[in-house]
């Protein structure tokens, strides 16, 4: 019979007898739902942040405002709103951290 190659974003899966498979499982998809999450945070700051962008560019053009000033603001607001959202997605990040410390039994 034949092995299937595992695929490489796969982990080898290696435990010993008195391991918990159900913790060892729940760590895991834990792990990737968190790594999940961030990248789904990431993508709406850069939906978010264009999305701003193209409002005030659409609001220039439409108010007759020179288009060198239109531009600059939109990418002004832009850059401003994409920092702003990565800074969030850094401090929710520790925030958790600091919580998931606090938390844990001693």
């Known amino acids: 019979m034949l092995k299937r190659k595992s695929h490489s974003n796969q982990l080898a899966l290696e435990l010993s007898p008195g391991d918990d498979l159900e913790a060892y499982v729940e760590a895991r998809v834990a792990a990737r739902a968190e790594a999940d999450a961030l990248r789904w945070r990431f993508r709406l700051v850069v939906i978010e942040s264009v999305m701003i962008a193209s409002l005030v ?7 007759d405002q020179p288009i060198g000033l239109v531009l600059r603001g939109a990418g002004v607001v832009g850059a401003g709103c ?3 959202g990565l800074i969030l997605i850094g401090l ?7 919580l998931a410390r606090f938390r844990r039994p001693r």
């Open 57 to 63: 560019l659409a609001a220039g053009v439409v108010l």
């Open 82 to 84: 994409f920092v702003t």
């Open 92 to 98: 929710t990040g520790v925030a958790g951290r600091l």
